[in-house]
């Protein structure tokens, strides 16, 4: 049954994800894994390691990888949750500031 599921977000997936998926060496499964979580950054390295780590246990069993997905899915859900109140707020007309002002964004005088 979940290669039947997975067969459908397979064909689906993008060309970025399909090459990550075959250059780490995913199965058919984990490829549809890696596209429902393909927005996060460093998707696919970290399931990559949490991959090898189950492969190093020899048991067949891809706890490490469950692990890794529940918080890709987390970390994703944060990102949709983010972006969905960064429209919430544009749309009022209040203008944002960036997420992390740098140094060259700063006006006045330095503190030495």
Same mark, same amino acid.
């Given at each position: 049954?979940?290669? =039947?599921?997975?067969?459908?977000?397979?064909?689906? @997936?993008?060309?970025?994800?399909?090459?990550? *998926? =075959?250059?780490? &060496?995913?199965?058919?499964?984990?490829?549809?894994?890696?596209?429902?979580?393909?927005?996060?950054?460093? @998707?696919?390295?970290?399931?990559?390691?949490? @991959? $090898?780590? !189950?492969?190093?246990? &020899?048991?067949?069993?891809?706890?490490?990888?469950?692990? *890794?997905?529940? @918080?890709?899915?987390?970390?994703?859900?944060?990102?949709?949750?983010?972006?969905?109140? $960064?429209?919430?707020?544009? !749309?009022? &007309?209040?203008?944002?500031?960036?997420?992390?002002?740098?140094?060259?964004?700063?006006?006045?005088?330095?503190?030495?």
């Amino acid at each position: 049954m979940a290669y =039947l599921v997975a067969a459908g977000k397979v064909a689906k @997936a993008s060309d970025e994800s399909l090459n990550d *998926a =075959l250059r780490y &060496g995913f199965d058919f499964v984990q490829i549809a894994d890696l596209e429902e979580v393909k927005d996060v950054p460093k @998707a696919a390295s970290k399931l990559k390691i949490a @991959a $090898e780590e !189950d492969a190093k246990t &020899g048991q067949g069993r891809r706890d490490r990888w469950g692990h *890794a997905m529940s @918080a890709l899915r987390s970390e994703l859900a944060l990102i949709h949750r983010r972006s969905a109140a $960064e429209q919430a707020v544009k !749309d009022t &007309g209040t203008k944002l500031l960036a997420a992390e002002p740098g140094w060259a964004s700063l006006r006045g005088r330095s503190a030495t």
